[in-house]
């Protein structure tokens, strides 16, 4: 073994520490929010930002009240460009995932909202007993998305964000997977392969929508899903750690509440 090995051997490992991730992206955009606490008294007769949404995302409900599905929003930013109060901005928030729909979906009051704190569920509970310690094992099925999921899952086993490292890892067959990670809306063509590759798991099992087509289907229908998912990602496509972390959070190795950490984001920008 030669020197350049052992200094190799001997210094600090690289790879990402995901007990110290940062939930805002720097190069790029996230998912948008009021950051002008009075929403515009002009709202209700403006609706540019809901008209623009190509995923329908948001829903002017009042001058005053604003809601962002965040699960189906794909973080193009033309929401927050259009706005002419300024009152939308990108947040560069992309940790975008929870254990319930609903609880990517915030109205917004005067631009604030009251973060909810949602039970784990039954299902999620019994994944964690499984999973919290040996870790997980998952079979991915691509449904009809346009392989930007894929990329970015191959990309989290690489040196850097190292998945396997993180006790995530990828089977070949379902039989042998604790949970199926599925990408994009689920055409009529994958709904029966999905459920087939649901059906020969054991239990416990977990189900996960990774990607804002696989939790709301984007712009497209979303297809028929074997069972109510049990982690829902956002983003199009979810970053390699936001997935990582995202799995760790479903498998109860790490704590974490989308709400309330993009109130803090927000809280920031306005200071
Ligand atoms: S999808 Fe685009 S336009 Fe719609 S809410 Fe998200 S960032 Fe805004
Ligand atoms: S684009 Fe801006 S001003 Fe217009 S409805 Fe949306 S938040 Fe209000």
Known sequence: MGFVEIKKILSKHQSMDFEKVSFVNPNARGIPAPINESLSGKCET???????????SIEVLSNKEIQFDYGSCIQC????????????????FVYVFTLI??????????????????E?????KKFQKLTSKKGMKYREVAAAGNNSV???LNASFNNFFDS???????????????A????????KNMEGPLQTAWDCMPEPKALIANGSEATSGGI???????????????????????????FRYLMGKWNFSFQNELLKRIKDIRK
């Not at 729909?101 to 949602?118: A, H, M, Y």
């Not at 995530?168 to 042998?176: D, G, L, R, T, Y």
Request: charged content about 20%; aromatic content about 4%; proline content about 12%.
């Open 46 to 56: 403006c609706k540019k930002c809901s008209t623009i949404c190509p995923t329908k």
């Open 150 to 152: 894929e990329c970015e």
């Open 101 to 118: 729909r609903q609880d990517l979906k915030i109205n917004f009051t005067s631009g604030n909202f009251v973060p909810v704190e949602s």
């Open 77 to 92: 930013g033309m929401c927050s460009d259009i706005c002419p109060e300024n009152i939308l901005q990108d947040t560069g």
């Open 120 to 124: 784990i569920p039954e299902n999620v």
């Open 164 to 178: 396997e490292g993180n006790q995530v890892v990828s089977v070949a067959s379902p039989k042998h997977a604790d």
């Open 180 to 187: 199926i990670v599925y990408s994009g809306p689920v055409s």
């Open 220 to 246: 497209y229908p979303l297809g028929k899903l074997p069972s109510e998912p049990d982690l829902f990602i956002g983003g199009d496509p979810p970053r390699p750690d936001v997935m990582i972390s995202a």
